[in-house]
């Protein structure tokens, strides 16, 4: 049973670097395109990141629609 807790002890202690290091990667690199391996690899750590829904940056490569 201790060593449950210590495990989540050190889980707690360990996600908030985790998620520091992916916010200081993504906001320094500029998002690569989706579908080569480098994409996907930054798809993961915008995850990590917690850079999801609105705060998501698009591609420069992925056309943006006018809607006028």
């Given at each position: 049973?201790?060593?449950l807790l210590e495990w989540i002890l050190i889980l707690v202690q360990i996600v908030p670097y985790i998620i520091t290091l992916a916010s200081?990667?993504?906001a320094?690199?500029?998002t690569?395109?989706?579908d080569l391996l480098v994409g996907k690899a930054y798809r993961l750590?915008?995850?990590c990141?917690?850079?999801i829904g609105k705060a998501k940056e698009i591609a420069p490569e992925k056309e943006v629609k006018d809607f006028k």
């Open positions: 049973m201790f060593g200081i990667i993504t320094l690199t500029p690569p395109k989706d750590l915008e995850y990141a917690l850079v």
